[in-house]
Each structure stands twice: as structure tokens, then as C-alpha cells.
């Protein structure tokens, strides 16, 4: 049993299970059947060989850390493991009420009366290494788990830190516009603290991973859509803004038409609450007709807020293919089951959070 080193007392039950402040997920184990797989206790052998695989540049076996840039973690997609990135977290480390900092990103697998280890550099993301090797404090940063509330008296004297997936973080940053750097760390804690006071942070989980493999989708749920699909790297999302970067604008060729005879005829052809087959049809009917329908036709149909990927190709200066991707995003977004089990509804879902704690820090 862990004990706080000045107090002499046990902090079994004070230190609360790792929960992202972003999306209230508690970071789940990485044995977890629907996470890598393999129902055994500490890390298993698949996720360490997909991680191995994946950055074989740096993997030597000997090494007690293998460490790579955070930026590879964060820009990651786990091919097989798609839920693999809710184990790697950073945290923001409390050094004064106005003084916070950054730690780098590791997977958390200690729980309850252990203090958790993360590396101090912020550009540095730990994905593996020997078993059970030390943690050294020149390279490590050892803290116990911030609560949103009063902290308990056995944390006095204790180094805090509040706890963040990786993504999440990157997430938020790209949502509101703002680096991940310009982001001012008291002012984000603080608007965080405020809002899980009036929402409660409970730590949510979702037992039905116990039943999946890491690539199978949820049948059953707990929540209104897979919490530990990655709201951040979208495989299917990333592949339609490639195509429409890539693609041509549509130049009108029924010109003579009024817009609003065509604006009538594509609304009924494709109603504000539509389908996949309404997507479809619309899709065949403009690559016939070439239209260009305005901006405001489409802002009714897709909630473009969602999609923080857009500004890229807002500001890029080849030409974008804007009414197709807005078809294929429709696509995405009306397919209820791709929506709920690949990540987009979950980056709705913290996207909420997101704004509201952007709003308390000033960010929005
Ligand atoms: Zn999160």
C-alpha cells in the first residue's frame, strides 16, 4: 500500500482512477478486451507489438523507456487497436494557484493508492519499454490525481496534477482556434474546476468493452455512442478532406436557371432532415446539372462546427471541391451507425465540454 512520504499515511481511496478533463472518460486499461485485446493484467503483447510496428525507428529492445515525439502520438491512428489512444494521457501539473505545467504523454497503469509517472518534457510521449522498470525522476514527474472539488487533506504537501488524454487536449486546441502553446494553463484549470463542479466529473466507463475486440464495433452501449473511439484522428473523416483538396470545383453550367428554382427542387430532393439514399440522390442530381447551391443550403443541413478540419481547406489556396465534401461529410453524418461507433459522435459529444471550458477561460 502506497503511502503519502510526509503525512505517513495511506492514500487508498483519496487518489481518484485517472479521468480526462475533457471528455470525463476514466482512462480505461490497456488489457481491456475491447482496448488491445487480451484479458491479462499490465500491458499486452499486441498492443506492445502494434506499438513496436508502428515505430520501429525507435524501438530497441534493451531500452528501459522507448520514447518518441508526443506529435506521433497525437497524430497516431491504431490501425487495428482504433481505441488504443484513450490509454495515453497527459496532465497539467500544479506548481502554484497561477502557475501550471505540461507534462509529456504516457499510458497510466497504476490505479488507486499509486501516484502516476509521466514524463516532464511536453514534446515527449513514452510508449513502451521494459516491464516494470523505475521511473527516474529526471526524466519523470510523479504526481497523484487532482480532484474537481476541495482537495483532501492527505494531499497536502503532494504534488497535483489534473489528468488529460492526449488527443483531448489537441482536440481542444483545434476546436477553439488556438495552439496547444497559446493555451493559458491556470485560466483552463480553473474554467475545468468550475464546470465539473456543476456537472460532476464521474469518470464514465462502459462495460460492453469487456465483450468486443479492439476492432468490433459496440452493439451495446451505455452511453449514446462508443466514448472510446477517437474523437481526434478520424480515418474515414480524414479520407474525404484529402478527396476534396484534391478534387475541382463544380462551374455552373445550367446557369439559367434562377437559384431559387434550383435551391426548391434540391430541398425537396434533399429535406433538412435527410437520409443516406436523400445524399445519394442529391449527389447524382448536381454531378448531372452541375449547380452550385449557396452556402446557407448546405449550413442547414451540416452542423460545420463539428468538423475543425474544414478551416484547414478554408484558408488553403487550391481549389476545394466544397459541395462534394459537404455530400460525402452528409454521408458520414447520416450513416447513425458509422456516427456513433467510429468517433465522430464522441467528438461531438466532448465537444460540448470543450466549449464550455473554452467560454470560462476566455477562448470563445
Ligand atoms: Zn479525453
Request: glycine share 6%.
Given at each position: 500500500m502506497a503511502r503519502l512520504k510526509n503525512l505517513g499515511v495511506t492514500t487508498t481511496g483519496v487518489n481518484p482512477p485517472p479521468t480526462c478533463l475533457l471528455c470525463e472518460m476514466e482512462i480505461p486499461y490497456v488489457h481491456d478486451s475491447g482496448i488491445a485485446g487480451c484479458p491479462t493484467w499490465d500491458r499486452t503483447p499486441e498492443s506492445d507489438?502494434?506499438?513496436?510496428?508502428?515505430?520501429?525507428?525507435?524501438?530497441?529492445?534493451?531500452?528501459?523507456h522507448v520514447m518518441v515525439p508526443s506529435i506521433q502520438i497525437e497524430e497516431a491512428c491504431?490501425?487495428?487497436?482504433?481505441?488504443?489512444?484513450?490509454?495515453?494521457?497527459?496532465?497539467?501539473?500544479?506548481?502554484s494557484d497561477t502557475k501550471y505545467h505540461l507534462?509529456?504523454?504516457?499510458?497510466?497503469?497504476?490505479?488507486?493508492?499509486?501516484?502516476y509517472h509521466l514524463p516532464k518534457d511536453p514534446t515527449i510521449a513514452r510508449i513502451g519499454g521494459r516491464k516494470n522498470a523505475r521511473y527516474d525522476n529526471a526524466t519523470?514527474?510523479?504526481f497523484y490525481a487532482a480532484k474537481m472539488k476541495r482537495q483532501p487533506s492527505q494531499y497536502k504537501g503532494q504534488r497535483l496534477g489534473f489528468i488529460i488524454h492526449a488527443h483531448c487536449w489537441i482536440l481542444f486546441g483545434r476546436a477553439l482556434g488556438a495552439m496547444p502553446?497559446?493555451?493559458?494553463?491556470?485560466?483552463?484549470?480553473q474554467s475545468s474546476r468550475n464546470h465539473w463542479r456543476k456537472e460532476n466529473l464521474h469518470g464514465l466507463t462502459d462495460h460492453n468493452i469487456n465483450w468486443v475486440k479492439p476492432n468490433q464495433a459496440l452493439s451495446e452501449r451505455e452511453h449514446s455512442c462508443d466514448i472510446y473511439q477517437n474523437p481526434l484522428v478520424i480515418p474515414?473523416?480524414?479520407?474525404?478532406?484529402?478527396?476534396?483538396?484534391?478534387?475541382?470545383?463544380?462551374?455552373p453550367c445550367f446557369s439559367k436557371l434562377p437559384i431559387d428554382i434550383t435551391v426548391l427542387i434540391s430541398e425537396w430532393v434533399c429535406p433538412a432532415d435527410y437520409t443516406l439514399d436523400d445524399v445519394a440522390n442529391m449527389r447524382n442530381m448536381l454531378f448531372t446539372f452541375q449547380w452550385n447551391l449557396p452556402d446557407w443550403f448546405w449550413r442547414r443541413r451540416l452542423q460545420e462546427d463539428l468538423f475543425f478540419e474544414l478551416d484547414i481547406l478554408r484558408k488553403s489556396s487550391s481549389p476545394v471541391n466544397w459541395q462534394g465534401l459537404r455530400l460525402d461529410l452528409m454521408s458520414l453524418v447520416s450513416d447513425?451507425?458509422?456516427y456513433t461507433t467510429r468517433g465522430l459522435a464522441n467528438r461531438e459529444r466532448i465537444l460540448r465540454n470543450v466549449a464550455a471550458i473554452g467560454r470560462g477561460a476566455g477562448m470563445s
Open positions: 507489438q502494434l506499438l513496436k510496428c508502428q515505430w520501429r525507428g525507435y524501438w530497441r529492445s534493451r531500452l528501459k491504431f490501425g487495428d487497436m482504433p481505441r488504443l489512444w484513450s490509454c495515453f494521457c497527459r496532465a497539467i501539473i500544479k506548481e507534462t509529456g504523454i504516457n499510458m497510466l497503469q497504476e490505479r488507486s493508492s499509486e501516484p519523470f514527474i510523479e502553446t497559446e493555451i493559458k494553463l491556470a485560466k483552463f484549470i474515414a473523416l480524414q479520407e474525404v478532406i484529402t478527396r476534396a483538396n484534391t478534387g475541382h470545383s463544380i462551374f447513425r451507425t458509422w
